[in-house]
């Protein structure tokens, strides 16, 4: 089951903050982050286990709650960089390390 | 540390041939999963393979396509008989472990004309 990621896109401004939402319907094991620009690779970003775990580096920073099975992805005070699409990928409670992409959220960030 | 390596970077067949991907994973690393990716589209899981072994080839197509992790060299993905909609990009990411984050490669575009 694919992950369902809010909004679709997202027009910002530089130095304005955005979050970007992550919802399954089954349980999750772990949700894994990446940050995609045109013709290019996926980038890691991060990864959050079960358990509530919050992570976070520089101005970008992750929650997932397993009750609520999503994850919520945080950029404040955004950059030119961060413009790009970002995927959640999910795995499933028996950890099954196949992860499961959600179609993805654009975000342009404007001078 | 070199990162994932994928070529060719693109690949350009006729409908019915042969087309041969390849990826080297991160040295230290012996998980390697393939996706695959269609225009404005997420990432679609093919296969899960470690060092000789298929581990989770849930979303591979049955006919036509075959991936491979030999002992020595790089990971192989194989589509036989190429048609118009295996037009796609084409990603392996490799992981040091189970359950671990993911690093991709360039991915190979394929074109089929």
């Known amino acids: 089951q694919q992950p369902v990621q809010s909004p679709q896109a997202v027009i910002l401004r530089e130095g304005e903050d955005a979050v970007i939402n992550c919802s399954s319907s089954k349980a999750l094991y772990s949700v894994h982050w990446y940050r995609q620009k045109h013709g290019e690779a996926p980038v890691f970003l991060m990864i959050l286990l079960k358990g509530g775990e919050q992570k976070g580096h520089d101005k970008i920073s992750a929650s997932f709650n397993e009750k609520k099975q999503q994850s919520s992805l945080y950029l404040t005070a955004s950059q030119l960089s961060y413009s790009g699409t970002y995927f959640c990928g999910t795995e499933g409670e028996g950890g099954s390390e196949k992860l499961v992409f959600g179609k993805g959220t654009k975000l342009t960030v404007n001078p | 540390n070199a990162g994932v390596m994928q070529n060719p970077r693109h690949l350009v067949r006729r409908r019915g041939q042969e087309a041969r991907l390849r990826c080297s994973p991160m040295?230290?690393?012996?998980?390697v999963y393939w996706y695959r990716q269609l225009p404005e589209e997420g990432l679609k899981f093919m296969v899960y393979l470690q060092k000789e072994n298929i581990i989770d080839e849930s979303g591979m197509p049955k006919e036509r396509f075959s991936a491979e992790f030999p002992k020595e060299g790089p990971s192989i993905l194989r589509i036989q008989q190429v048609v118009r909609g295996d037009s796609a990009a084409y990603f392996c990411?490799?992981?040091?472990?189970?359950?671990?984050?993911?690093?991709f490669g360039p991915g190979t575009r394929l074109t089929v004309t």
């Open positions: 040295k230290g690393h012996s998980h």
């Open positions: 990411a490799s992981s040091p472990n189970r359950g671990r984050e993911q690093y």
